[in-house]
């Protein structure tokens, strides 16, 4: 049997793992993934004829062979959504985490205490995707204060749905499981030792990522090393897809001023009532920022916290700016190279 669509689950260094698009068997398929050879590069070609990185999450669009054996033609399809991190040292390209997300799951443990500025980088990250953030709070049955976590959580992430829950004991996995809607695809991210594996197996009722044991301190050891998509059934009867990914050690950030606007959309409102419009929320007179701040309804951190992400996103718009002038440069170098060599060559032979 032909299958014409497939999800990348899997990339390794030479290959691809893909699997059956809607491979929850109700596409006639075994749902057995199969192994597509990369090009020289690690790259596959996508519509158009350009050659791409893949990443897990992409569509491949095929004809030809059947689920268990590799297709003859084969072409990345566009993606509709990326979630993108910046490299560690930021000296290379920005990395896409995952492809073709609608949700973004933003995991944070309760034990040790939630950072509430990583969730803010990670909401941040999903906003720019395009994608919808729920944010995860884990390990409830570690700790006492859930309900004030999950408060103070809230106020970080306005208008983000957060959901606590123990994968250990299963409470709170039917809220999580509400808000996914079926052929949906997720995307599970946060810090190592997050228990983000944990959640997913919880999640699949199976242990089909590797986990560390929890450690004394609660962190846990990071053993998921590589992203992998999942076939993620739902309580009815329903389908999604499930991406986990390895623990961010740190999270680069790669956003646009549109996204940190979601994530700090009472800071933005704030900023629309200050009397001046250039204000730069210091010293002005009528300044709604720096008044909300003295009475204690804008805590500090976060502004300065919006304001570090808003330097980020500004740097990352002028490094995009500089990648695409670098490469037309050489793309005219490149032209130019080739346009002086079809002359001499027609020179030499009487052209």
């Given at each position: ?157 306005p208008g983000v ?133 003295e009475d204690g ?55």
């Amino acid at each position: 049997m032909t299958i014409d669509s497939w999800r990348i689950s899997r990339v390794d260094r030479t290959r691809v793992l893909a699997l059956p698009d809607g491979g929850d068997g109700t596409d006639g398929s075994s749902g057995a993934p199969i192994a597509l050879p990369l090009r020289p590069g690690g790259l596959l070609r996508a519509a158009g004829g350009v050659e791409v990185a893949p990443a897990v999450g992409d569509r491949l669009i095929a004809t030809g062979g059947g689920p268990t054996t590799v297709p003859t033609q084969l072409v990345l399809a566009p993606r509709t959504s990326e979630l993108v991190r910046d490299s560690v040292d930021r000296t290379s390209r920005p990395q896409v985490v995952a492809a073709n997300v609608d949700v973004v799951l933003v995991v944070e443990p309760l034990d040790p205490a939630p950072s509430v500025g990583r969730v803010e980088r990670l909401v941040t990250l999903a906003w720019r995707a395009g994608a919808r953030p729920v944010v995860v709070l884990t390990k409830t049955d570690l700790v006492h204060d859930v309900e004030d976590w999950r408060t103070d959580v809230g106020r970080a992430a306005p208008g983000v749905v957060v959901v606590a829950l123990s994968a250990a004991t299963g409470e709170g996995l039917a809220e999580l499981l509400a808000h996914v809607e079926p052929g949906s695809s997720l995307v599970v991210v946060g810090r190592s030792g997050a228990g983000k594996s944990t959640l997913v197996n919880a999640l699949l009722g199976n242990e089909a990522m590797a986990t560390g044991e929890r450690r004394g301190d609660g962190k846990g050891r990071h053993t998921t090393t590589h992203r992998e998509l999942l076939r993620l059934r739902l309580p009815d009867g329903g389908a999604a897809w499930l991406i986990d990914t390895p623990g961010l050690r740190a999270v680069g950030l790669v956003a646009n001023p549109d996204a940190v606007g979601a994530t700090f959309a009472d800071v933005e409102e704030l900023t629309r009532d200050c009397r001046f419009t250039d204000c730069a929320h210091e010293r002005e007179p009528g300044c709604a920022v720096v008044a909300a701040i003295e009475d204690g309804s804008l805590p500090r951190r976060r502004f300065e916290s919006y304001r570090a992400q808003h330097r980020e996103a500004a740097y990352a718009e002028r490094r995009a700016d500089a990648r695409l002038a670098a490469d037309d440069g050489r793309d005219w170098r490149r032209r130019s190279i080739e346009k002086r060599q079809q002359r001499r060559f027609a020179e030499r032979n009487g052209g």
